[in-house]
Every structure is written in C-alpha cells, then in structure tokens.
C-alpha cells in the first residue's frame, strides 16, 4: 500500500556531511510521522530522529546538534542532514513513517524502508 525509498548514503571521511532522503508513495491520504532509524553489525536498531505532523523534531543524545530532521509534506519526504560525522556513525539508516491511509475507513499503516548504508573511514 505504501513504498518507502531512501537514498543518499555512502563512504564519507570524519567530519564530513551527508543528506540522507525518504520518499513515501502510494496511498497516502497524510502522514503523521517520519523517523530516522540507524543499525550497525552486532548492535540494535536504535532511533536517530523522528519528526512529527506539526515538525517538530526529536534528537537522539549521540547526534544533537550534529543531524538535522527535515520533512516536505507535499513530496512525501524526510530528510537527515548529518553534519560533523564520526566513526560511530556508520551503519545502515533507515526510514519508519506512519500515515494515514486513503478510503472512507482512513486506516493506519506504518512500515520500513530498505535501508541506505553511510560508511565514515579515512
């Protein structure tokens, strides 16, 4: 019903920047919150940002003040600015929305993208 697509990781050095991208399409009548997840070998998915209906955002304490969350409704997309990168922030990012669903009945449908892989090596 819905598919989410990311885009926009790969191999930066320390220090460097990166804009991660979500796209939702499909059914979407609105959707009520968009969140950055991250996943490193051996080590559990841990959220990074999320932001909701109204666009305010929330931080994880590793990258406040680092990362920015950034969504634009009517393209159905999310953002990660992520400045001043560090070797603890390489792993696999991935989009988690929430929405409402087209029809009558406005169903709730929350779901995963794919996964983007940012890699931080000098």
């Known amino acids: 019903q819905v598919q989410l697509v990311e885009s926009g990781g790969g191999l930066v050095q320390p220090g460097g920047s990166l804009r991660l991208s979500c796209a939702a399409s499909g059914s979407i009548f609105s959707i009520n919150s968009m969140a950055w997840y991250r996943q490193a070998p051996g080590k559990e998915r841990e959220l990074v940002a999320i932001?909701?209906?109204?666009?305010?955002?929330s931080y994880s304490d590793s990258v406040k003040g680092r990362f920015t969350i950034s969504r634009n409704n009517p393209k159905n997309t999310v953002y990660l600015q992520m400045n001043s990168l560090r070797n603890e922030d390489p792993a696999v990012y991935f989009c988690?929305?929430?929405?409402?669903?087209?029809?009558?009945?406005?169903?709730?449908?929350?779901?995963w993208g794919k996964g983007t892989l940012v890699t931080v090596s000098s």
């Open positions: 932001i909701a209906s109204d666009e305010s955002p």
């Open positions: 988690y929305v929430r929405c409402r669903l087209d029809g009558i009945f406005g169903n709730t449908w929350s779901g």
